[in-house]
């Protein structure tokens, strides 16, 4: 555990970054690289050094084909530290929502500094992978792929090649563009229309 939050802690200091828990947390609870998540968030819409909104996360989770469970009323916890008694051998990856703060939980382990503090918890938020949550489903399900914003670069980054490559047949895409107005989500019928 420790090994995973100095590493991450270290990719967070040669970025420069301060208010970044929404980027780690994602990280961690994802099994992405910090960088990778990073540049997602900033794509999204995250400012450099800022603090987080919540709408700009949900859009990075589902980027990454997860979807968001609210599960705060199926527990009894009301802190970090008995809620990380509570879920003590439980398997799953969540984000729980203090004040001014997120922090992951992955298989009942907290990765964070407030691991063991009196935190209020707001929200928690179980993440499902969506090739598992679709699995037997009859019904397509649909892939969320980012752009980059065309006032950023032309060349397309590592990441989205990565995410590109993941797709597993039989999805429908679906990728990310950014104009003035801020993200918005254009369905891809073919895979030839992918840059």
Not at 110 to 136: A, P, Q, T
């Amino acid at each position: 555990m420790n090994k995973i939050m100095t590493e991450i802690a270290q990719a967070s200091r040669l970025k420069n970054e301060i208010k970044d828990c929404a980027v780690r947390s994602t990280a961690i609870a994802t099994d992405y690289e910090y960088d990778d998540i990073h540049e997602l968030y900033n794509i999204c819409g995250r400012k450099p050094r800022h603090s987080t909104d919540w709408c700009i996360t949900k859009k990075v989770i589902h980027l990454l084909r997860h979807r968001i469970v609210d599960v705060t009323h199926h527990l009894k916890s009301r802190t970090v530290r008995t809620l990380e008694r509570e879920m003590q051998g439980t398997q799953g990856r969540y984000l729980v929502q203090v004040r001014e703060h997120i922090l992951p939980i992955v298989d009942g382990c907290v990765y964070d500094w407030s691991k063991g503090h009196c935190n209020h918890i707001r929200s928690v938020y179980r993440l499902i992978e969506v090739s598992e949550e679709f699995h037997h489903a009859e019904k397509r399900p649909v892939l969320y792929l980012p752009a980059l914003p065309a006032d950023i670069s032309n060349d397309v980054t590592p990441l989205y090649k990565r995410l590109r490559k993941a797709i597993p047949p039989g999805y429908d895409k679906v990728f990310l563009v950014k104009d003035n107005e801020g993200p918005v989500f254009v369905e891809v019928k073919s895979a030839l229309q992918l840059v």
